[in-house]
């Protein structure tokens, strides 16, 4: 939850992020789990969420619309499969309002990924975030992270690069600190039942990283990554 602090004369506003595969809703035994997430959030409501594997299309269903609608937030959903009449791929779901969005294809050969760019208003405070979920061949996120590496340095501003990236080696991003291994939290695994991290928050320095964890909940074959952004 947004939390507001007064600190030498200033206002420092603290925001609660999360970013999580859900596994198109389903737990590592594929039984419906959607509804055990969504419960979860409105626990503990983070200010912004950026999902990957999301549906919303008539055969899967219009998760990306469910989770908005249960959460009462601002959404922003990034198809890059098509299914039928409607998308498989990235959203962003946000307490603030979202004034730009933009999903860019990003290079491969296999199933289409891509990145999602929403800009995000927090209290006239202009804030990116980036949501993506990179390839399985090596090759292909090679080219995916140059991509996105270029991307990063055309922006300005504080900036937040979520997702799963599908390796076990931190890429390396320019103006980006990796979260996890800002404090030392980089040997906890994000995937079940796999001991692996393939999961990452990026942030840049314009923000403070004042927490990050891993949540051990059940409800798909990743678990949740919630970090803590402090802004003055």
């Not at 899967?60 to 009462?72: A, K, N, P, Y």
């Not at 039942?193 to 314009?206: C, G, H, Q, V």
């Amino acid at each position: 939850m947004i939390r507001f602090y007064l600190r030498k004369g200033w206002f420092l506003l603290e925001i609660c992020i999360y970013s999580y595969n859900i596994h198109s809703g389903r737990n590592i035994f594929f039984r419906k789990s959607l509804q055990n997430m969504i419960d979860y959030f409105l626990k503990n409501p983070p200010d912004i969420l950026a999902v990957q594997e999301v549906h919303d299309n008539p055969k899967h269903g219009h998760q990306f619309q469910i989770i908005r609608d249960s959460l009462s937030m601002f959404g922003s959903f990034g198809g890059n499969l098509r299914i039928g009449t409607g998308y498989y791929g990235n959203a962003i779901f946000s307490k603030f309002p979202i004034e730009l969005e933009k999903n860019i294809a990003l290079p491969g050969h296999a199933e289409p990924r891509g990145v999602l760019q929403c800009m995000i208003n927090i209290h006239s405070q202009a804030f990116t975030i980036l949501n993506t979920h990179l390839g399985l061949s090596k090759n292909e996120r090679r080219q995916q992270i140059q991509m996105l590496s270029s991307l990063v340095s055309s922006l300005s501003g504080p900036i937040l690069l979520a997702g799963d990236l599908n390796t076990t080696e931190s890429p390396i991003f320019p103006k980006l600190d990796d979260a996890a291994k800002k404090l030392g939290k980089d040997s906890i695994s994000t995937v079940f039942p796999l001991n692996r991290r393939i999961d990452y928050m990026y942030a840049t320095s314009k923000v403070h990283l004042v927490s990050y964890e891993v949540v051990k909940i059940p409800y798909s074959d990743h678990y949740p990554l919630k970090a803590v952004l402090r802004f003055s």
